[in-house]
Structure formats: C-alpha cells, structure tokens
C-alpha cells in the first residue's frame, strides 16, 4: 500500500529541516546581539571614524570640550528615558531648562546668602521650578488621562513664555562680582574639575550612576519600567501606575532645569531663548539608545551611549567642517538608520 | 479493506512543525463518505493545523493525503477546493458587502467573461438555498446584513457550489444560538444522507454525541484513536483527550470549609453585573460558571476594585470593605487572577523574577524601595519550584514561556501574597494538561490554608472537577446555586441558558 521510499523522505528532510534551523538560529543570535547593542556598535564605528579623519579628535581638549558640551543633552535625556519608559514623551524639557537658567541666575542675583551655599540653594530653587513644571504636567497627564504628547506641548509653550516673562526677555547675566555666581562660572569652565575632568562631566556621571542604579535595583524604577511595559496588567497587581507617571514627569523636569543650570554656567548668561530643539534631541538620543517609544523598554547606559553617538556625528563633522545646514541632514539620516537597524529585529519578535 | 469502505479522505503520518515546535507529529485521520466524524482533543492538540493542511493553508512537512484511495498533493488553498475539500470556519470567509447570491456563486464572478450572468447565478444560489431549506433567505440580500447563523447558511451553500465532497466545520456552533444549533445539525443530517464526508472539530460533548458517527482523538499532536461514539462514554472520551483518568487531572482535596469570609451584597457594576449576591467560605473553592458574557468577568473586575461599581456592599469577616482600587483590594486581603493572560495578567516583556514580585508590599523591597537582590532571587526561586515552573532562570522574559508557564508565572504573586480570597478567572485558558493539574494543585493547597477560592470557568470539566460549590450567571445575575451531586454539566448548561430542565 504505502511506498518504502516515501517512508524514507520525512526522515531526510527534517534532518535537511534541522540544519536550516541550527544555522538559520545562529544567524538569529548574531542578529540578536548586534541588534541589542547596535548603538555601541556604531559609536564604536563613529569613534574609529573621528579618530581616523582627525588627529584632534583623541586629544584631552577635543574630547573634554564634546563631553562638557554634551551633559546638559545628557541630563534632560535621562529624564526623558525616564518618561518615555512609562509610554509616554515630554516636550517641554528644552523650555523648562530655559526657565532653570533664569532661575538660577536671578537667584544668584537677590540671594542674601552668599558663596557655596547660596548657590547651592539657587541651584534648588531652580530644580524644584522644573520639578513643579514637571509635576503639573505629569498630573494632567496620570490623573487627567491627557495625551502626554498634548500636555507636555502645552507644557512647552507655557514655560517658554514663563521664561521670557521672568526675564523680561533680556539675557541674565551671571554677575561675577557674587562669589556663587561665580562659583558657577568656575563650574562651567573647562580648565577646572578633578582628575582633569571638567565639573559638569562629573555631574553628568553622577547623575547617570544614581539614575541607573535607581532603575535597575530600585522598586521605583522597576515599577515604572513595568508601567510602561503593560500598565493594565500593573494596575491590576494593584500598583498605582498614577504615581510612577507623574513622578517620571516630576523627575524629567527637575533634569531639565538643571541642565538649564548647566547651559547658564557654561556661557555666564541665562537666556530665555535658551535650549531651542533640546527635546528633538534628547527623544533622538533614547530612540538610539533602544528605547520603546510605545514604554517599558529602554535603558539609562544606552541612552547615554546615544547621547554620545549624536554628539560624536556633530563632532566629527565639525572636525570635517561639514556646514551646519548639511549637517542637520545627516544627523537625520543617522537617526533613521539607527532606528532602522533596530526595526529588523523587531518584525520577528512577539507582539 | 473493501472498495465500499475506501475512506473519503484519508490523512496519513502527517507532520508540521513551526519553528521547531511539533504542532503534529506523525499524526493520522481517516473520514468515510456518508459519515459525521468528529475531530478531538484539546487546545492545541494540533486539530486546526490537521485540518487547515487538509485545506491548503499549510503545507505539510512530512506525511500524505488520498482522497477515494488516490493520492492527492495539496500545496495551496486552490488545490483543497479543486478536490472538493471546503472548510467552514468560526470567522466566515464571507464578502459582507456582496450579496447572498454573489457569496455563493463567489467562483463564478471572476469565470465569466464580460458580463456577469445575476439571472443564472440567483437561480442557481436560490436552488441551493432552498434545497437546505433556507428558502427565507433572498439572494439579492447583502450577506453583512443577515444574521449570524444565516451567514453560516451561506458558506455551507458556498461549499456546495463547489460541489464538495469533503466538508469541515470547525466549531461551527460557538456562533449559534441552540435553536440555530438544531437547524445546523438537520443540515448536517441532509448532507450526510446525500452522501458527504463531514468532518465536525467542536469540544461540545452533547453536541458530538448527538450528531457524530465516529471521532478521532488528537492529543500533543498525535492521534490517540478512532472509535465509533456509539462505544464510548463522555468520560471515557475525556480521558482519551487528556491522556488520562479524570481522577488524576483533578488532584484529590478534602474540603475543610470554614467560616464564611467574603460576603457580597446586591453588587452591580455596569451593564453586566445586576444585582449579585452571595458568600464564600474559607477553604471553599466556589465556581462560577455561565455563558460568555454572562457577566462573570465583570462581577470579579467589581469585587477587586477594577471596575467601578454602582451599588452593593462587600463584607470581609463580617466586616463592610471598600474596594475602589485594586490596591484596596489587596490591601483587604484580596487577590484577582485576571482573565486575559497576555493583555493583564503578565508583563510579556519582563523578567519571571519581575512578574514574580510585581506587588505593592513586595516583601524584597527594603528601605527607600531599593531591592534585595539575593533574597528576592531566593524568594522567586523558591515560588518558581512551588510551581513547577519550567525555566532554566527565573531572568528569563515571561514572553518566550509556554502558556501554562506564563499562567504560573502569573499566579506567583498571588501564592506569596497572603491573600485571604483568591479569584480566579480562567485560570487554566490555553494551558496544557500537564500545566493544568500543577495550577489546580495550586489552587488545592491554597484551599486547605484555608484562602476561600473563587474560580471562574469555561470549562465544565473543570468546574466539577474541582469545586465545592457552583454559582451560574445569566445575563448578570445569579441564575442558581448547584452542590455536591448537582454539580453536573446538564445542569449548569440549563441554569445558563435559562431552560427547564427535567431528569
């Protein structure tokens, strides 16, 4: 009835089926890891490529100089790594780091306390008026169930003209004649730190330390994490996902001010224009880093890897000389690659 | 074997695997011409697949098909229906916007050149329609507009249009109301008489002993057996499915029954909960049972502080609870295993460790909330090997475990809670046999801590197999209460349905 060689042929082809998916399952893990760290791969790729054109670029001043102008970028894409895991975005980070800078340098200016204290409580004041920022947009947005794109718009456009408002639209200047103003000036500047190491890179890392560990081995960052990852199913563990949103907008504002603080002591001038576009870049430097814009996946290590990669594109065309009109283009066209290179793995993946 | 008796399809060793999971492994089926024949097992026992390589939409890996004693190679859907193999499945391959006519006579419309003939093609759905019986039905209708068992009417004549010999029906009865059921069911006769080949794949015991000739059991994609449904039990049926005695999927308990702990009082919630009272005891596994949308879920989601409800009282020893927010719940000492695993239950793309401690009070988070790294991994460990998770690591995403681990994975949090009512809703859906008797061994220790267990459940089997009591919902209210003996699928399918029932 049945014919002995079609007995033979299932054997052979699932042992043919076998191979395939042996190789086929090696190439999926290849895929996997350069997938994963796609972006320390490219800022390896961009590292070699900068050192290569230029000579400059591995020296103490070049690298120094990218860093130090880098951390603002650094600190508000740490609060923005922050929402963005809890499924949300926060437009208003580069307006709120505007209002910072005012802040902290009318502060400065009518502070009785003088010296390291009186800047270190300008400093607070003006991190507390981005946590408050922060915080008002957080609630329209946990507990009014606005659209965070809407709310933190809003958001925007409202601390932008606070800034302007509070500055009567003149630049504040940080006045070197107070010993905190200037404090903050010797702050900003590249010659000073420890180990040789510019202050506000120490900042920058300390602030990237304590948020990661935060997110990792933190019952509030893990929380947060998952609230973005499935906020249905944490409501029902009887989490109140409310909480953990309006916090992450707290903590992004609070960011955002301070590298308002950051920008401000760089320049020794607090401007209300200051920050255009920051926010553009710092939801660029997540989305390279790996972060779901949909939530609950993301980390700070890589963000910082893609705060590096779009400083290092910068850089090198700078290095390059390449015009700033031609540079805005590449820089886009990199980021959709980045992006790109992740989606490959993505389309494979459980839903 | 005699030419009369040559079957009408026959499916031989058959094997399919997607990305080296076996969905059949060398799996076998044989339907004769005139015959009903039922096609069993459980989730994922491999049914569908079997019958959608019969139809063309996989194509087999290894194994082979004759229709008549010939051997047939079905590669695509187009090849099935050239051999007059229809399939009618549970989501109708219908275009709702065309007409009856032009639904049935779907083939036609791209053969004829030109011009559509609507005078011949009416004439012909007419004849079809009425030869079932569906003379109510008018061809120039259009499909989207009738109703459900209508449509169903429609693809079977769009099968027979085809002049297929060999029909599949896939659940078709999970659509229809009973009375709509009966009227299939004499379709399905009329057909056999004539002399078609019905497969019938449905998990509804009464309806494959009323109506089917011979089943074939499928179980972890092999087949178990053949058997004429006039030499078997329903539960001698069960046990083939399962691969066991029903005795051994339903791990022995001796009820300790205690007080009564959580006491509802004229709950309503929405448009699904009206009015629903009653108690749970301590120790008590309390099954709740009713058609879909009976309002099961809903009353749970009220009880947990999920949903919000309009009126009644929860009481918890006596005393009155609020529960406006799932942490109320738990805080009041109540848990809910939601329905819904994916979409509520787990955190897919999160760790077992995480899902595992995915609590308010975690007890691994110390002060300022930072965690305790090797006492939660102690901690996780020691809950994943309580429930036989199958895991090299608790780090592992819960997304790339089966669905019988991501369900333990879920429960995990409840059994380390310490909650004093534990609601299940669904609590074996899409589970494994294997999986299904750890989580009611689960479910049977909590019992005898003396947590009162409300379990919510689809499934009949489960139901008797495993409750105390039984409360059965219909249309968002308490339908009746079953015990002990009563506890019987007649029953509790007449008690949801709203039918007398007479021994």
Same mark, same amino acid.
């Given at each position: 009835?049945?014919?002995?060689?079609?007995?033979?042929?299932?054997?052979?082809?699932?042992?043919?089926?076998?191979?395939?998916?042996?190789?086929?399952?090696?190439?999926?893990?290849?895929?996997?890891?350069?997938?994963?760290?796609?972006?320390?791969?490219?800022?390896?790729?961009?590292?070699?490529?900068?050192?290569?054109?230029?000579?400059?670029?591995?020296?103490?001043?070049?690298?120094?100089?990218?860093?130090?102008?880098?951390?603002?970028?650094?600190?508000?894409?740490?609060?923005?790594?922050?929402?963005?895991?809890?499924?949300?975005?926060?437009?208003?980070?580069?307006?709120?780091?505007?209002?910072?800078?005012?802040?902290?340098?009318?502060?400065?200016?009518?502070?009785?306390?003088?010296?390291?204290?009186?800047?270190?409580?300008?400093?607070?004041?003006?991190?507390?008026?981005?946590?408050?920022?922060?915080?008002?947009?957080?609630?329209?947005?946990?507990?009014?169930?606005?659209?965070?794109?809407?709310?933190?718009?809003?958001?925007?456009?409202?601390?932008?003209?606070?800034?302007?408002?509070?500055?009567?639209?003149?630049?504040?200047?940080?006045?070197?004649?107070?010993?905190?103003?200037?404090?903050?000036?010797?702050?900003?500047?590249?010659?000073?730190?420890?180990?040789?190491?510019?202050?506000?890179?120490?900042?920058?890392?300390?602030?990237?330390?304590?948020?990661?560990?935060?997110?990792?081995?933190?019952?509030?960052?893990?929380?947060?994490? =998952?609230?973005?990852?499935?906020?249905?199913?944490?409501?029902?563990?009887?989490?109140?996902?409310?909480?953990?949103?309006?916090?992450?907008?707290?903590?992004?504002?609070?960011?955002?001010?301070?590298?308002?603080?950051?920008? =401000?002591?760089?320049?020794?001038?607090?401007?209300?224009?200051?920050?255009?576009?920051?926010?553009?870049?710092?939801? =660029?430097?997540?989305?390279?880093?790996?972060?779901?814009?949909?939530?609950?996946?993301?980390?700070?290590?890589?963000?910082?890897?893609?705060?590096?990669?779009?400083?290092?594109?910068?850089?090198?065309?700078?290095?390059?000389?390449?015009?700033?009109?031609?540079?805005?283009?590449?820089?886009? =066209?990199?980021?959709?690659?980045?992006?790109?290179?992740?989606?490959?793995?993505?389309?494979?993946?459980?839903? | 074997?005699?030419?009369?008796?040559?079957?009408?399809?026959?499916?031989?060793?058959?094997?399919?695997?997607?990305?080296?999971?076996?969905?059949?492994?060398?799996?076998?089926?044989?339907?004769?011409?005139?015959?009903?024949?039922?096609?069993?097992?459980?989730?994922?026992?491999?049914?569908?697949?079997?019958?959608?390589?019969?139809?063309?939409?996989?194509?087999?890996?290894?194994?082979?098909?004759?229709?008549?004693?010939?051997?047939?190679?079905?590669?695509?859907?187009?090849?099935?229906?050239?051999?007059?193999?229809?399939?009618?499945?549970?989501?109708?391959?219908?275009?709702?916007?065309?007409?009856?006519?032009?639904?049935?006579?779907?083939?036609?419309?791209?053969?004829?050149?030109?011009?559509?003939?609507?005078?011949?093609?009416?004439?012909?759905?007419?004849?079809?329609?009425?030869?079932?019986?569906?003379?109510?039905?008018?061809?120039?209708?259009?499909?989207?507009?009738?109703?459900?068992?209508?449509?169903?009417?429609?693809?079977?004549?769009?099968?027979?249009?085809?002049?297929?010999?060999?029909?599949?029906?896939?659940?078709?009865?999970?659509?229809?109301?009973?009375?709509?059921?009966?009227?299939?069911?004499?379709?399905?006769?009329?057909?056999?008489?004539?002399?078609?080949?019905?497969?019938?794949?449905?998990?509804?015991?009464?309806?494959?002993?009323?109506?089917?000739?011979?089943?074939?059991?499928?179980?972890?994609?092999?087949?178990?057996?053949?058997?004429?449904?006039?030499?078997?039990?329903?539960?001698?049926?069960?046990?083939?499915?399962?691969?066991?005695?029903?005795?051994?999927?339903?791990?022995?308990?001796?009820?300790?029954?205690?007080?009564?702990?959580?006491?509802?009082?004229?709950?309503?919630?929405?448009?699904?909960?009206?009015?629903?009272?009653?108690?749970?005891?301590?120790?008590?596994?309390?099954?709740?049972?009713?058609?879909?949308?009976?309002?099961?879920?809903?009353?749970?989601?009220?009880?947990?502080?999920?949903?919000?409800?309009?009126?009644?009282?929860?009481?918890?020893?006596?005393?009155?609870?609020?529960?406006?927010?799932?942490?109320?719940?738990?805080?009041?000492?109540?848990?809910?295993?939601?329905?819904?695993?994916?979409?509520?239950?787990?955190?897919?793309?999160?760790?077992?460790?995480?899902?595992?401690?995915?609590?308010?009070?975690?007890?691994?988070?110390?002060?300022?909330?930072?965690?305790?790294?090797?006492?939660?991994?102690?901690?996780?460990?020691?809950?994943?090997?309580?429930?036989?998770?199958?895991?090299?690591?608790?780090?592992?995403?819960?997304?790339?475990?089966?669905?019988?681990?991501?369900?333990?994975?879920?429960?995990?949090?409840?059994?380390?809670?310490?909650?004093?009512?534990?609601?299940?809703?669904?609590?074996?859906?899409?589970?494994?046999?294997?999986?299904?008797?750890?989580?009611?061994?689960?479910?049977?220790?909590?019992?005898?801590?003396?947590?009162?267990?409300?379990?919510?459940?689809?499934?009949?089997?489960?139901?008797?197999?495993?409750?105390?009591?039984?409360?059965?919902?219909?249309?968002?209210?308490?339908?009746?209460?079953?015990?002990?003996?009563?506890?019987?699928?007649?029953?509790?399918?007449?008690?949801?349905?709203?039918?007398?029932?007479?021994?």
């Amino acid at each position: 009835m049945s014919n002995p060689n079609s007995k033979l042929a299932p054997a052979e082809l699932l042992q043919e089926n076998n191979h395939a998916r042996e190789s086929r399952a090696d190439r999926r893990s290849l895929q996997r890891l350069f997938l994963e760290h796609n972006a320390l791969v490219m800022l390896v790729v961009l590292a070699v490529v900068a050192s290569v054109l230029s000579a400059d670029f591995f020296t103490y001043q070049n690298l120094g100089n990218l860093l130090r102008q880098l951390t603002p970028l650094l600190l508000v894409s740490i609060g923005m790594l922050i929402v963005i895991l809890t499924a949300g975005i926060d437009l208003s980070v580069a307006s709120v780091a505007a209002v910072g800078g005012i802040v902290v340098a009318m502060t400065l200016n009518v502070l009785p306390v003088e010296g390291g204290g009186g800047l270190l409580l300008a400093v607070a004041i003006a991190v507390a008026s981005g946590v408050l920022m922060g915080l008002v947009t957080g609630t329209f947005i946990a507990y009014f169930r606005m659209a965070p794109f809407i709310a933190t718009l809003a958001m925007m456009t409202v601390a932008r003209g606070l800034a302007f408002i509070l500055s009567n639209g003149q630049p504040q200047r940080l006045d070197d004649r107070l010993v905190s103003a200037q404090l903050l000036r010797d702050f900003g500047r590249m010659a000073d730190g420890v180990l040789g190491i510019p202050w506000p890179v120490w900042l920058a890392g300390l602030v990237t330390v304590v948020f990661a560990l935060i997110l990792r081995y933190n019952a509030y960052g893990r929380l947060t994490i =998952a609230s973005g990852s499935n906020e249905t199913a944490v409501r029902l563990a009887g989490i109140p996902v409310e909480r953990y949103k309006l916090a992450a907008y707290g903590i992004c504002g609070g960011l955002s001010a301070l590298a308002g603080v950051v920008i =401000a002591s760089r320049s020794g001038v607090a401007t209300p224009s200051a920050g255009i576009a920051l926010e553009l870049d710092a939801i =660029a430097a997540c989305v390279i880093g790996g972060a779901l814009l949909s939530g609950g996946k993301g980390t700070i290590f890589y963000t910082v890897v893609g705060v590096l990669v779009l400083g290092l594109i910068g850089n090198i065309m700078n290095l390059l000389s390449v015009p700033a009109y031609p540079q805005q283009i590449i820089k886009g =066209a990199i980021i959709v690659i980045a992006v790109l290179l992740q989606g490959v793995g993505r389309r494979d993946a459980r839903i | 074997m005699n030419a009369m008796h040559k079957p009408a399809v026959e499916m031989l060793d058959i094997s399919k695997k997607f990305g080296g999971i076996s969905a059949l492994n060398s799996a076998s089926f044989s339907a004769r011409a005139g015959e009903i024949h039922a096609l069993m097992g459980e989730n994922g026992a491999g049914k569908s697949t079997l019958m959608k390589i019969l139809s063309g939409a996989y194509v087999r890996d290894a194994g082979g098909v004759s229709m008549n004693g010939e051997k047939v190679d079905i590669r695509k859907p187009g090849d099935a229906l050239k051999l007059g193999i229809s399939i009618i499945y549970q989501e109708f391959a219908l275009a709702p916007h065309l007409s009856v006519a032009e639904n049935i006579c779907i083939d036609d419309l791209g053969k004829s050149k030109g011009f559509v003939q609507w005078a011949a093609m009416r004439k012909k759905a007419r004849a079809i329609l009425d030869e079932l019986g569906f003379s109510d039905i008018d061809v120039r209708q259009s499909v989207g507009s009738l109703p459900v068992a209508y449509q169903q009417a429609v693809e079977i004549c769009k099968a027979l249009s085809r002049n297929s010999s060999v029909l599949v029906f896939d659940e078709p009865t999970a659509v229809l109301t009973s009375h709509e059921a009966d009227k299939l069911f004499r379709i399905l006769d009329e057909l056999r008489r004539k002399g078609a080949c019905i497969v019938y794949v449905s998990h509804r015991m009464d309806e494959i002993f009323r109506i089917c000739d011979r089943a074939t059991v499928l179980k972890d994609g092999k087949t178990v057996g053949t058997l004429e449904l006039a030499d078997i039990t329903e539960r001698g049926l069960i046990e083939m499915m399962i691969g066991r005695e029903l005795s051994d999927l339903f791990p022995p308990r001796t009820p300790c029954i205690g007080e009564v702990l959580l006491k509802v009082e004229h709950l309503c919630a929405g448009r699904l909960v009206r009015d629903v009272s009653f108690e749970v005891r301590a120790g008590e596994v309390l099954g709740f049972c009713g058609l879909v949308g009976a309002g099961r879920t809903e009353t749970m989601r009220a009880i947990f502080g999920a949903d919000r409800k309009t009126s009644g009282a929860l009481y918890l020893d006596g005393r009155e609870i609020h529960n406006r927010t799932p942490r109320e719940a738990i805080t009041n000492g109540i848990g809910l295993l939601p329905e819904d695993r994916k979409q509520q239950g787990v955190l897919l793309e999160m760790s077992i460790r995480i899902n595992g401690a995915l609590r308010p009070d975690s007890p691994y988070t110390g002060r300022m909330g930072w965690i305790a790294n090797s006492r939660e991994t102690q901690g996780i460990e020691a809950l994943r090997q309580q429930l036989a998770v199958k895991t090299h690591s608790i780090e592992q995403l819960v997304g790339d475990l089966s669905g019988g681990n991501q369900q333990k994975v879920a429960l995990m949090k409840w059994v380390d809670a310490g909650c004093r009512v534990l609601i299940l809703d669904e609590p074996t859906r899409g589970v494994d046999v294997g999986a299904k008797t750890e989580i009611y061994r689960v479910i049977n220790d909590l019992a005898e801590q003396g947590v009162a267990i409300i379990m919510v459940s689809s499934e009949m089997m489960e139901i008797i197999g495993m409750c105390d009591r039984v409360l059965v919902m219909r249309e968002g209210a308490i339908a009746g209460e079953l015990l002990g003996e009563r506890i019987k699928e007649q029953e509790m399918i007449c008690l949801a349905m709203g039918v007398e029932h007479h021994e």
